[in-house]
DNA sequence: TTGATTCAGTACCGAGCGGTACAGAACAGC
DNA sequence: GCTGTTCTGTACCGCTCGGTACTGAATCAA
């Protein structure tokens, strides 16, 4: 497949990130066009070009931002315990909230959470994100249930609905400004509960 | 002081609950003045002549908010035993969010969390609010722990941010749609962290 | 070299935004 | 009556929004 016309003049994953980051800290509707084409790089009808429209855009950097950024939750579901589980999950979500060199916080949280008239698919499509992220933490509970590695009056499904909410209220906190160190803090607070 | 000019025809109060609701419901920005106004039944300049512009009108909400639909909050405090001040709190809060009455989830998070060009103003004045009633139920703990109501190896402040940090989890979670009964049966969970 | 194809850049579109000027209507005191 | 004052309503302001037409420039195959 032999490439025809001009060459693109940029890399499209790395104006991507950029993107992600506006979209991150100004959320979908504070995110203008002019934000997103100058911190890509890139003029308007580049970006149409390449990525079709903003909620296009968007998709796809909620998406990269899922695979990237959140890696380290697919690492927690592979923990041996549901408690190593849960204590994984929590702890390098807490860092990912506070890493130095992105914006404070969560994407899939900030981008959108109100939406009635418009877009509110866009807060539909951010809540449907994070279920599909809770669905996959109750499922590993709900095998480590099976395997007899939680109590037996545990019930996965609420407990998975609990650790999203610390990691969301987590989220909420770090947005504020909240350090490292109080969400760790307030971590090891919830980890009482298991 | 005798009242004197044509006498305004609606009733400023009745117009700001209604406002409540649609910051609400699509958040700071993502409430036009003319969603706005209409749900307040007045035209433009009798907004602006009666609360100052749209940010004026939008503090002006939260702190009716914070004084109506958040009384619950104050009533928790009031509690006898620190134990009780936080399960009232978690609870009577995830009834709030979950009013068929009212808006899904909070408006003092979905009023806005990311803010970083224009508005980010916005983001900071409801952070602050959310962290003066942080303060507040730290203080109360304070006091809990020194009348030896709470473990000796508790810390106040990181165990009011724990409660808040469940709160407002609860509220992105109700937001999404979350109902009553989940909300419920994560401050179950949660509560077995005290 | 030529023609086809694809990208870059400027300049623009209609629509909606927050905010206001201005004319008229409704009240008070005189 | 009249005058001063305050509210209502229409119509408008400049600006920014998301999105696009169109001209050139850069690359391919032939």
Redesign the pocket.
Known sequence: M?????????DADAALDRAIEVFWRHGYEG????DLTTAMG?????M??AFG???DLFRRAVARYAEADMAYAREALAQPTARAVIETFLRTNADALTRPDRPAGCLSVQGGLAGGSDNGHIAQFLADSRAAGEKALADRLSQAATEGDLPSDADPVALARYVMVVSEGNAVHAAAGATRAALQATVNIALKAI
């Not at 995110?31 to 002019?34: F, M």
């Not at 890139?42 to 580049?46: A, E, L």
């Open positions: 032999a490439e025809r016309g001009r060459p693109r003049g940029f995110a203008s066009l002019a890139i003029n308007r009808p580049s149409y070009a429209n903003k909620e």
